[in-house]
């Protein structure tokens, strides 16, 4: 080329002309070059100009991964700080900035009338801005300490809740900018760096930064800087941030009815890359997804490491809005029938192996073992005595729900309400097993929800058992943090069960256990104790998702119909396929040569 990318961005610049990288490729074209390693975004300031022009250059194949970030270089007023100045609501406080790209708000407390409002507000305060525009809400906004680890950036999965609660208020702005900035920091190089993100993953936080411009001290750059798990506690990649992006990106078309921003080249290509890692053959047998311990909401060791319920039920959800969204075209094709495949392996799998009730329990406790033959009743080789003697007093008659995690000669039977709230808002379970599973909150509502909703997982590990597992993880003490810890972000995923099985007292109920102290408590990250009774040892104060997950409970349970913009319905096509597979043997024998087997179980 005569020209580089560099002049073509001053060209751009010059002219004041607002676009995007993707401006700069055919929008309808089928091959797709996307120089993601090395973006230069800035953003200069200047009081003569008002563009927002960004642009895109490749830095060469040696660019270290690890050390990119994305520059915003746009005409904008004279800082940052004025640009949300000009957009500050009256009614909203003053705005100040923290010093990281994020602005905070000094509430207005004799203003606010109502807990919503006080959520509301706080929600606001936490927004975090990119070249004036709002990308996305940090994770904790407490004045009042000094110690901010990696709480000012942005997790993809912290935001979730803070993206439903702003599409449901019709501010859909902040949404779609953080669908479009967090596909611009997905990971698209091949790399054979063992410390270099996979292809196609989205990283789990990225962090603002204002810094001076080089050669001018007038001016400012912002800078979109990304972690992909290297910085993280134990270094382990996220999988689920690219699951809750494709979610989040379906429910933005849903609400807003604008298509446009799924129907991008770079966004479907975005999809794409994300199912093709996550469908990748291995050495796996199983149709569920194989992860780290670490890789999930639980990002610290746990024991949940190989197929954990949360990612399965994640997973299942993103495979379906993936299938609704990609565009039909002959290159996915290919793609779309080995989503169809992995689908209904998946609930099929799912459904028949992770669920328990009384019946299935005692079905456990009357298997036989070492058992070789494809006609053989217990598959994964379960030793009765694995049952564990909490669990034969804790399971109610009436309900049941999906282990943990099942392994080879293993299973997790620890309730997880993530995995289990979102089998229902998926469709993974069944009609039947979504209500045994609300069937069980009500039953056992002392020990899943107490005196703070929501337990994330039941009962804690203890003793020896403790020590092994999480390594006596001082965070992760029993009844603490992860390890059997109340999370009042888990209400709206409740809700939305709840909602979509006609059972939305159940989230009513659990949400005025949450009003009677989130308020006085300041919003904490988590609770401690078997009823969830003090607050977290080290719980963060006015923790985002806490405040979000508040919200958007209130927000769905005055408007229910809004829960369908994060339902999944079962395509009609695997309702068939599965019905066919229950009908035929599923201890069916090996297959003759030359049969085609589709599924994989």
């Not at 298509?259 to 994300?274: A, C």
Request: hydrophobic fraction near 40%; charge should be neutral; proline fraction near 5%.
């Amino acid at each position: 080329m005569a020209a580089t990318s560099e002049a073509i961005h001053q060209m751009l610049c010059s002219a004041g002309r607002s676009t995007s990288h993707m401006d700069l490729y055919p929008k309808k074209s089928n091959f797709l070059v996307w120089p993601n390693h090395g973006l230069g975004y800035r953003s200069k300031s200047s009081r003569h100009k008002s563009s927002n022009t960004i642009s895109a250059f490749h830095c060469g194949p040696n660019f270290n991964i690890r050390f990119r970030s994305l520059r915003c270089k746009c005409s904008q007023v004279e800082s940052v700080t004025d640009a949300i100045s000009e957009k500050k609501d009256p009614l909203k406080g003053e705005l100040f900035a923290n010093g990281n790209g994020t602005f905070s708000s000094i509430l207005q407390i004799g203003s606010i009338s109502s807990l919503e409002d006080e959520a509301w507000e706080l929600l606001r305060a936490s927004m975090v801005y990119y070249c004036g525009h709002p990308v996305g809400t940090i994770a904790a906004n407490d004045p009042s300490d000094s110690s901010i680890l990696n709480y000012d950036q942005v997790f993809i999965r912290d935001f979730i809740p803070s993206g439903i609660a702003f599409l449901l208020k019709g501010e859909y702005d902040i949404v779609r900018n953080f669908i479009l900035h967090t596909l611009q920091l997905q990971s698209w190089e091949k790399t054979m760096d063992c410390h270099s993100p996979g292809q196609g993953l989205m990283p789990a936080s990225f962090k603002v930064r204002t810094v001076p411009l080089d050669g001018d001290d007038s001016a400012t750059e912002d800078i979109l800087d990304p972690d992909f798990g290297e910085a993280a506690i134990g270094r382990v990649a996220p999988v689920d941030s690219g699951l809750w992006w494709i979610i989040l990106l379906r429910a933005y078309g849903k609400c807003t009815g604008d298509l446009s921003v799924q129907e991008r080249v770079d966004v479907q290509t975005g999809i794409k890359m994300i199912l093709k890692l996550c469908l990748a053959d291995g050495f796996d047998m199983f149709p569920t997804l194989l992860v780290t311990d670490g890789s999930c909401m639980i990002d610290r060791r746990m024991g949940i490491h190989g197929h954990p319920l949360e990612i399965q039920a994640l997973f299942y959800s993103a495979l379906l809005s993936a299938k609704e969204m990609l565009t039909r075209e002959d290159a996915s094709a290919d793609l779309i029938t080995a989503l169809n495949n992995r689908l209904v392996a998946l609930s099929f799998h799912v459904r028949e192996y992770y669920w328990i009730d009384m019946r299935k329990l005692n079905e456990i406790y009357r298997y036989k073992t070492e058992e070789y033959s494809f006609d053989a009743v217990n598959k994964f080789n379960i030793y009765p005595d694995q049952i564990p003697p909490w669990l034969v007093e804790w399971m109610p008659n009436k309900g049941g729900y999906m282990i943990g995690n099942l392994q080879p000669a293993h299973m997790d039977f620890r309730f997880f309400s993530l995995g289990n709230l979102w089998s229902i808002v998926s469709s993974l379970a069944t009609n039947d097993q979504s209500h045994a599973i609300l069937d069980l909150c009500e039953a056992k509502w002392a020990d899943l929800v107490g005196d703070m909703p929501l337990k994330i997982c039941y009962p804690a590990l203890d003793g020896q058992e403790w020590r092994i597992i999480t390594g006596s993880d001082p965070k992760n003490t029993p009844w603490s943090y992860h390890n059997g810890g109340s999370w009042p972000t888990l209400l709206w995923q409740l809700t939305v069960a709840s909602i979509k099985m006609n059972r939305p007292e159940i989230a009513r109920n659990a949400v005025k256990v949450a009003e009677s102290r989130i308020s006085r408590d300041k919003w904490p990250e988590y609770y401690d104790t078997k009823r969830g009774r003090f607050i977290g040892k080290q719980s963060r104060l006015f923790q985002t998702w806490s405040i979000a997950g508040y919200v958007v409970a209130k927000q769905l349970l005055d408007n229910p119909d809004a829960a369908k913009i994060l339902v999944n319905v079962e395509d009609t096509e695997l309702v068939n396929a599965f019905s066919c597979m229950i009908s035929a043997n599923p201890r069916r024998k090996r297959p003759r040569k030359g049969t085609n087997q589709s599924f994989i179980i």
